[in-house]
């Protein structure tokens, strides 16, 4: 995994915008963290970019898909992925149960943050970018006593 950092200036940002975005637009992006900091050159955001190392002969004949798949068997650890399967299980039931789309529970990169960072608390779901006040108030103690659950038990040979 490779790992990339952008200053974003609050003023006379556009630069700064274009590099990131084209940035964007040519990699295959894993995560995306940000923070509005104040710096010494002012305030400001703070973009950290992971993204899949890919060579250039892949990146040129991969055609340029807004909704490219992650396969997250690769982008994850052995157990992080085991936790992510059992968290991709139980929002495939709770979509069916409700008869709504599963990105409506929770998306796949979503699903990611929470396995790669063990997140074992409402307040820890509360970090996750889209798990506001709404979805926590669905799915937040059911998917918080999984997580604690799942994370707590060994994984099996």
């Known amino acids: ?6 200053w974003i ?3 006379d940002s556009f630069d700064a915008e274009v590099e990131l975005n084209e ?6 992006i894993v995560q995306v963290e940000k923070g ?3 710096a010494a050159d002012g305030p400001g955001w703070s973009v950290c970019v992971q993204s899949q190392p890919q060579s250039t002969a892949q990146a040129a004949a991969q055609p340029k898909e807004k909704n490219s798949k992650i396969d997250y068997r690769e982008v994850l650890d052995e157990e992080s992925f085991r936790i992510f399967a059992i968290l991709r299980s139980w929002r495939k039931e709770k979509a069916a149960e ?6 409506t529970v929770a998306t796949n990169e979503q699903l990611a943050r929470i396995s790669r960072e063990r997140v074992q ?7 996750i970018d889209g798990f506001g006040p ?12 999984l997580c604690q659950q799942t994370m707590s038990a060994p994984a099996r040979p």
Do not use: C, N
Request: a positive charge.
């Open 1 to 6: 995994m490779k790992i990339s950092f952008f």
């Open 9 to 11: 200036p609050a003023r």
């Open 23 to 28: 940035f964007l637009a040519s990699h295959r």
């Open 36 to 38: 509005f900091v104040s």
């Open 98 to 103: 409700q008869s709504v789309p599963i990105y």
């Open 121 to 127: 608390t409402q307040s820890g779901l509360e970090q």
């Open 134 to 145: 709404s979805r926590i108030g669905k799915y937040g103690q059911e998917l918080v006593a």
